[in-house]
């Protein structure tokens, strides 16, 4: 089946550690992006990338890194500078060619820090 | 001021029931616009594109009014399974194609 998988669903992390968030399509998608979603609230942009070993910060980057080594794959690293990361975070990713093309969400990964 | 502003609800209704949700946005150069439904805990999926003229697609039509920068979707005949927030979406002009959400509106239809 193609699409986006995220891993793990759950994720639970001390304060001061580092984790890596896993996101992985088979869709042949060019961009790829990681939102952030918090209670009662919209999404918000982290990183994107359009191009592989090429990535652009969002609204929101600072406390996180991104890697696009391959283009089936872009991981997302909440490090401890990143003061309140315990959200849902979202991968995205959408065909470039064409114009305008539906961005597809993998199935989310929630964080807690304890 | 939120570049998407929607009003949160809960908009409670019964089914079959009409509803209407409203969105604005403030940059008058936003170049797409969408409706995405999210339920619980789940990843948002698109619902349906908005488009100058109006689109329908089912129960559900979407209107855009770029003077106004007001989007707006109604659901006619509401379904229980409708229960979800929607989520009101516009792009950036550039090629990045960046979706900016808005908070979202959260739909209880009741039997």
């Known amino acids: 089946d193609g699409g986006i998988t995220q891993s793990p669903k759950y994720l639970f992390r001390k304060e001061g550690q580092n984790v890596t968030l896993s996101c992985e399509q088979n869709?042949?998608?060019?961009?790829m992006y990681w939102y952030r979603q918090d209670p009662g609230q919209g999404l918000r942009l982290i990183y994107y990338?359009?191009?592989?070993?090429?990535?652009q910060k969002g609204d929101i980057a600072e406390g996180y890194s991104v890697s696009r080594e391959k283009k089936e794959s872009f991981p997302l690293t909440v490090t401890s500078a990143q003061k309140n990361p315990t959200a849902f975070y979202l991968c995205a990713s959408r065909l470039l060619a064409g114009g305008y093309n539906e961005q597809f969400f993998g199935p989310g990964t929630r964080l807690t820090v304890l | 001021r939120k570049e998407v502003e929607q009003d949160p609800g809960p908009f409670n209704v019964p089914e079959g029931a009409t509803v209407a949700f409203n969105c604005t946005y403030s940059n008058s150069a936003s170049q797409s616009f969408f409706w995405y439904r999210q339920d619980c805990r789940k990843e948002p999926k698109l619902l349906m594109s908005v488009y100058s003229s109006g689109n329908e697609d089912g129960r559900f039509t979407a209107q855009l009014n770029r003077a106004s920068q007001y989007i707006s979707l109604l659901i006619r005949d509401s379904k229980l399974s409708d229960s979800a927030t929607y989520l009101c979406?516009?792009?950036?002009?550039?090629?990045?194609?960046?979706?900016?959400f808005g908070s979202g509106t959260r739909l209880l239809v009741r039997p």
């Open positions: 869709l042949n998608h060019d961009a």
């Open positions: 990338s359009q191009i592989v070993n090429d990535f």
């Open positions: 979406v516009v792009t950036t002009m550039d090629s990045s194609y960046k979706l900016i």
